[in-house]
């Protein structure tokens, strides 16, 4: 197989959803080829950098899923597929990413705020910033804001993610920023908000700096540097 077939099977797979070899595509006639992890693994093997893999195999399969997304031919369970495709690929690539000269883009803290156990969005949004090239700390959900400040003081990230799915909820979102105020650390790390309920007016009343209504909407702002 040439390295653009590899890359281009790596590709194909992620829009499948397929992880491994034994998991079924969106389309009939995959079970039992080699899915995301057997071939991300050959790439490696062959030499090919982690860069390349990421740029040629992920990332331009994940923008076809994200155009399949906004048409509605994908659903959400089709996008998670695809994301967890390159969440998995990702934790094969790091111990090489450093090797081939791959940076990380920043820090990012996420998480879903307290009262709210909602978190498919989060995950998603997790998967494809790693998938980005960004450090990922994923606090779960129905995490107290004291907490997340907590963790905004010890990490320093560079950038937090909060994710509400209730009206009732996502008023912590605003108790968050308050507190990270109050600590006099708000200017260090930038606050993406996201969720149902959550808008660009409500982003800009709390004190946010960007509202995402989904993954894609995300890593665009934050390619444009917000």
Known sequence: MTESELLNNINKNVIQGRVFSDDEGLEDGWVGKPAV??????ALDEGLSSKKIIVDGLTNAMEVVGKKFETGDYLIPDMLASAECVGEA???????MTKDGVESKGKFLIATVAGDLHDIGKNIVSIMLKGEGYEIIDLGQDVPSDKIVSKVKEEKPDYLGMSAMLTTTMQKMKEVIGK???QGIRNQVKVLI???PTSKDF???IGADAHCSDAFQAIDLLRSGM
Do not use: C, F
């Not at 992890?37 to 050959?42: A, F, G, P, R």
């Open 194 to 196: 996201g969720g149902a």
């Open 203 to 205: 982003a800009k009343q």
């Open 90 to 96: 990702m934790d094969i690539l790091k111990p090489h």
């Open 37 to 42: 992890t057997e071939l991300v693994q050959q």
């Open 180 to 182: 990270i105020d109050e």
